[in-house]
């Protein structure tokens, strides 16, 4: 199997607070970690990628001192969401590919987050 | 710059009636071609990896077949439970090596008893 974990599913905080969102590969060691971002009835869209010890690689035109990614180990990647505003409202959805396996990406079942 | 384009946007079957789902791309070789589904609230779930013309995979209800340009998602006597977004996406090998798949805007199936 090929399992993506995320926590929290929901999270509600306010304006101005700190979010943070983990991600876990549960069953598999995790080459890449990859942060989305969707809106209501459209597709992802790719925030940053991350490997673990490294700097993430963030996508043009996302900030990357708001949304803090840290890959810590070959299964944990977290996204902090810092000095979260009701624009930060959103699906967060992650995924992974495995540790010597296909480009295959596995998606974790995302986070909704509500800043009001 | 890679470009995958899927059509219809949205789609009605009633139960038991067989369709097709297309994703039509433009890459500069092809590493991979992926089907997901993603139910409302949750994240996509993989279905497929084609890497190919000419390879099909099958699943259930499904069957995904690839050419040299489009891909097809068939999906044979669907049920209400397989109502979701079809997701399509692409990873070239024209990308120096990038890891990073281009995403399809999804085809919306809702399948009535």
């Known amino acids: 199997g090929a399992v993506v974990s995320q926590h929290p599913s929901r999270v509600i905080c306010k304006s101005g607070t700190s979010v943070k969102i983990e991600c876990r590969s549960l069953?598999?060691?995790?080459?890449?970690m990859f942060w989305y971002r969707q809106f209501p009835k459209q597709s992802l869209m790719l925030m940053a990628t991350?490997?673990?010890?490294?700097?993430?690689?963030?996508e043009q035109g996302v900030e990357k001192d708001k949304f803090l990614i840290n890959h810590a180990s070959l299964t944990l990647s977290t996204l902090t969401v810092t000095s979260a505003h009701p624009e930060d409202s959103s699906f967060y959805i992650c995924?992974?590919?495995?540790?010597?396996?296909?480009?295959?990406?596995?998606f974790g079942p995302g986070t909704r987050l509500t800043v009001l | 710059e890679d470009q995958v384009t899927q059509s219809p946007e949205a789609l009605r079957l009633q139960e038991g009636e067989s369709s097709s789902l297309n994703c039509s791309y433009t890459?500069?070789?092809?590493?991979?071609l992926f089907w997901y589904r993603q139910d409302p609230g949750k994240g996509p779930e993989f279905l497929f990896t084609?890497?190919?013309a000419g390879e099909e995979k099958e699943k259930e209800r499904l069957k995904a077949t690839l050419t040299k340009k489009e891909s097809f998602l068939h999906i044979t006597a669907p049920k209400p439970e397989d109502s979701a977004t079809y997701l399509c996406?692409?990873?070239?090998?024209?990308?120096?090596?990038?890891?990073?798949?281009?995403f399809g805007r999804g085809t919306s199936l809702i399948v009535h008893p």
């Open positions: 991350s490997n673990e010890g490294s700097k993430a690689t963030y």
């Open positions: 069953d598999f060691q995790a080459t890449t």
């Open positions: 890459v500069s070789g092809l590493r991979g």
């Open positions: 996406a692409v990873l070239s090998s024209g990308t120096g090596g990038s890891y990073i798949p281009t």
């Open positions: 084609l890497y190919s």
């Open positions: 995924s992974a590919t495995k540790a010597g396996g296909t480009d295959t990406q596995y």
